[in-house]
């Protein structure tokens, strides 16, 4: 999980190091924060659809955002919730005698 930090350099990292069933939760500042308060340092800012393109082929999205937050305070952001699919080999492994569930994963969504 990261939150309002940005480094570039460790999109790939961070995607790495996710097991199979593993999560990537990550929000920051994006394009537009600049209007509203700090960061406002390009660097430091997602470009529209950055996480997404980060994590493109790589995991699968269950969750993605782009926009405006009020609280706690003004701020342009991206929010991504992303996993690492186990491949179909660790698919077939049992756990005791519970055979592993049919059908695609399922993620629980609020709401």
Sequence with gaps: ??????????????IDALAPGGALIYETFAVGNESVGKPSN????????????????????????????????PAFVQQICAVHEAKAANSMLTIGNIPPPSGPPRYALGG
Excluded at 2 to 14: E, I
Excluded at 50 to 72: C, H, N, Q, T, W
Aim: net charge positive.
């Design 42 to 73: 390009p660097v430091f800012l997602l470009r529209p659809g950055e996480l997404l393109d980060a994590v493109r082929g790589r995991l699968r999205v269950i969750a993605f955002e782009d926009g405006f937050l009020d609280a706690p305070r």
């Design 1 to 14: 999980m990261v939150t309002n930090y940005l480094h570039r350099p460790l999109f790939d990292r961070l």
